[in-house]
Each structure stands twice: as structure tokens, then as C-alpha cells.
């Protein structure tokens, strides 16, 4: 039997991680086509970075990754709290130590030696992704069954409101996934912990 006291990330992490990317790029790429077709910012997003070639391809594509990250994310969260790790990894959360570990990373002092333990910038990054991730889902659905869900679409401000909340909170995802590359080309055996687990 293979030794797991070495182990960072276990086998599910990685599985959900992936498959988390990929829906990311996915839901991303074709959300921006079809925010071409009625954009309510005064830009639009280059044909070349979107996917889904035109509006009913788009939504396809966004759909059917919008299924693999309802599903994915999920399975992850379950996987979190039965196995305890939610609490082990993200929490206890600490402004006052926020601050001193952003403090020590615009210094270049953040330590980055043992690869199981979160910073305080991590969890507050990888809690803010979760909880960003529960309103693209939320405001998703008011853009997809605006009817069948008439509070939540109440409670989003209205549909128009819901519209950009989606497209705000997908931003704040790819801008998230912007630094997170970032951090792994400055740490790259964090994409090694990633994929074989230590």
C-alpha cells in the first residue's frame, strides 16, 4: 500500500480541480459570446476568445458546462465537509493575519513551504471563490427560469440586475484564475501537487 503520509492533495481534489477548470474555461469563454449578443457595457468581448461560433452555440456549450459545474462543484463541497477538510484547510479565518500574510506577499516574504497549509490569503481566495461561485449559479438560474424562480430573481435585484451580477461574478472567477495561474508560474511545484497529489 502506497504511503499517504506525504499526500497535499488527495485523488478527489485533483479530479474536481480539473474538472472545475475546464467547466471555468468553458462556461467563460461561451458566457462572453453571448453577452456579445446584448451587451449592457459599452464593450464588447473579441469573437476570437469566445466560443460557440453564434448565440444558440453559445448556450449550449454554456449549459452543458453549467451541468459539469453544478455537479463538480457539489460533489467538492460534500466531499469538504464530510471529510472534515472545509473546516481543517479554510478555517479558522483571521483579518488580522489577512493583512499581515498580504503585507508579507507584496514583500515577496510569503512563505510557501509547506504546500498542505493555507495562507490566510489562500483560504480568503479559495472561500471567496466558493461563495462567488454560489451566486454565478444563483444568478444563472434567474437568467435561465426567470419565472419559475420569481424570489430569487426578486432577491437578485431583478432580471436585468441578475445579468450583471452573473457577468461580474464570472469576471471576479477569471480574474481569480488570472492570479491563481500567476501564483503557480511563481511556485510551480504547486501544478506538480495538483497533479500527483505531493
Not at 474536481?16 to 456579445?36: E, K, P
Not at 473546516?87 to 508579507?104: E, H, I, Q, T
Amino acid at each position: 500500500m502506497a504511503n499517504n503520509t506525504n499526500l497535499i492533495h488527495p485523488l478527489w481534489i485533483r479530479i474536481t480541480h480539473w474538472v472545475n477548470a475546464l467547466a471555468v474555461v468553458i462556461l467563460a469563454m461561451s458566457g462572453w459570446r453571448i453577452y456579445d449578443a446584448s451587451p449592457f457595457f459599452p464593450f464588447v468581448i473579441s469573437g476570437q476568445i469566445t466560443l460557440g461560433g453564434w448565440l444558440g452555440g453559445a448556450i449550449q456549450w454554456h449549459f452543458a458546462a453549467m451541468w459539469l459545474l453544478v455537479g463538480n462543484g457539489l460533489i467538492y463541497l460534500t466531499c469538504n465537509i464530510v471529510s472534515g477538510r472545509l473546516w481543517r484547510k479554510f478555517l479558522p479565518w483571521s483579518p488580522r493575519a489577512f493583512l499581515a500574510d498580504v503585507l508579507a506577499a507584496l514583500r515577496g516574504k510569503l512563505s510557501h513551504d509547506d504546500l498542505s497549509h493555507y495562507n490566510m490569503v489562500q483560504r480568503a481566495a479559495y472561500l471567496f471563490v466558493i461563495l462567488d461561485s454560489v451566486l454565478l449559479v444563483l444568478s444563472g438560474l434567474v437568467l435561465w427560469k426567470s419565472v419559475q424562480f420569481p424570489f430569487l430573481r426578486e432577491l437578485l435585484g431583478g432580471y436585468e440586475a441578475a445579468r450583471r451580477e452573473h457577468f461580474l461574478a464570472m469576471a471576479a472567477l477569471v480574474a481569480f484564475a488570472g492570479i491563481h495561474l500567476l501564483m503557480v508560474a511563481l511556485v510551480p511545484r504547486t501544478l506538480l501537487a495538483m497533479i500527483r497529489g505531493r
